[in-house]
């Protein structure tokens, strides 16, 4: 039989669950997800607890050690484990990593989106600069609170535009709803007027047509532009953009993209732009951030991530990329897959696939390692050429 630890998870090698094991674990999450949820009810009634301090007035949200968990019938999922990061004011940050690295996960932690019970922040801070000296630590927010930021502060861009708008309604009353919402105090006729304004400035042509139309009346393209004034209504400080391209052929793809940067620059907000695309990211990015395995690898200017890749894995993706005029005869791809997200190893989650590993590799997993005044990377053959951050925190489970 498969041995156990104790959160649950089976010990490595082991390739079935019992009965008995099953129950185990499912009774272990019982528990902890019933103490994590009264942990934050009693948060959300302190303001003290949501309350806090930018490190730098010059970010909109800051991502510090931040560890969210899955307490799922398999054992304790690990999706973003010690995430820190920054987005800065009027910047568009990109977000890149492959699939199932905890892009998503990240930000619906900063939305409050996560399903809940089984999908927890169990460390760490998120902070939203509230422009008044002080910010809300998301963690603890209530959800009073969030329903304002939401829509409001800070808005979202879905993957797949046919499921995230509803097919019953008509799109204009869609964008209304958002508005209304946000502004009790408008007259339909403010409303109108703003919804039929924000399908403009989102390029729709036939903006009167459309407002009268349903969803599945538009093309991809245009659903997508809808999805953005719906997002953009309220001008809010912050969009995430999670892979707000993936649906769409190239040509409007390159449409939307360019159309959201201007959007962002008009109304003064940031984007966090979730993809695995790394050419969008390389047009569009200030800064990029490089996810593996759930957690942060390597971070800095778009400048640094294109033309001084430094962690082995970004060099791989770099070398995967297809690069117009650059002849190959065949695209570098990065060896093995990523680690399974309930039996993390203890040492460098990619010393596994990696061609450039030292002994170092098999000890801790590395700090962040400062490089350059804006360039971090977690790797051990930088330990000796730059300043040591610190390591990643990640939260024992066993003590939750
Ligand atoms: N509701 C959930 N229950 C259990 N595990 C989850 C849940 N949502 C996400 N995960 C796990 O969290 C990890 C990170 O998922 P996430 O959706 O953030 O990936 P991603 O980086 O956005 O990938 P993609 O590029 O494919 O969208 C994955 O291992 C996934 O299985
Ligand atoms: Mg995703």
Not at 106 to 121: A, C, F, K
Request: with cysteine; net charge negative; charged share 25%.
């Amino acid at each position: 039989m498969a041995e156990n630890t104790k959160n649950g998870s089976k010990k490595k090698g082991a390739s079935y669950l019992s009965a008995r094991e099953s129950r185990r674990i499912t009774k272990y999450n019982r528990r902890v997800t019933k103490r994590l949820e009264k942990q934050r009810a009693d948060a959300n009634k302190d303001e003290n607890l949501y309350t806090t301090k930018m490190k730098d007035e010059g970010n909109v949200v800051e991502f510090d050690n931040v560890c969210t968990y899955f307490f799922t019938d398999a054992g304790t999922v690990k999706a973003v484990d010690g995430v820190t990061f920054n987005v800065p004011k009027c910047s568009t940050v990109g977000v890149v990593g492959e699939s199932g690295c905890g892009k998503s996960v990240t930000s619906l932690s900063l939305m409050q989106l996560l399903q809940r019970p089984q999908g927890q922040v169990v460390g760490g801070e998120i902070r939203f600069n509230k422009d008044d000296g002080t910010a809300y630590n998301i963690v603890n927010t209530p959800n009073e609170i969030m329903e304002k930021i939401r829509g409001n502060r800070i808005s979202m861009i879905f993957q797949e535009p046919m499921t995230s708008l509803n097919p019953v309604f008509r799109i204009g009353a869609q964008v209304d709803e958002v508005l209304k919402l946000h502004n009790p105090d408008w007259t339909e006729e403010q409303i109108k007027e703003r919804t039929l304004e924000m399908l403009d400035m989102v390029g729709i042509a036939n903006k009167e047509g459309v407002y009268k139309m349903y969803p599945h009346e538009l093309s991809g393209g245009m659903r997508q532009r809808v999805m953005i004034a719906i997002a953009l209504a309220c001008s809010p400080t912050l969009i995430i953009a999670d892979e707000p391209t993936t649906a769409l052929d190239v040509t409007i793809q390159a449409q939307i993209l360019d159309l959201l940067q201007n959007l962002k620059d008009r109304l003064q907000s940031s984007i966090m732009l979730i993809t695995h695309d790394l050419g969008v990211v390389a047009g569009m990015a200030d800064y990029v951030v490089v996810m593996y395995a759930g957690r942060v690898i390597e971070k800095g200017t778009a400048d640094d991530i294109f033309h001084h890749p430094s962690h082995p894995y970004t060099i791989g993706l770099m070398r995967s990329k297809p690069v117009v005029g650059k002849k190959v005869e065949e695209l570098y791809n990065i060896p093995g897959s990523v680690p399974n997200p309930v039996d993390m190893p203890n040492y460098c989650y990619y010393k596994d696939r990696c061609e450039m590993h030292c002994d170092r590799c098999s000890g801790d997993y590395p700090p962040e390692i400062r490089i350059s005044d804006t360039h971090v990377v977690s790797c051990w053959r930088y330990f000796d050429e730059g300043e040591v951050l610190g390591y990643p925190k990640s939260v024992n489970v066993e003590d939750l």
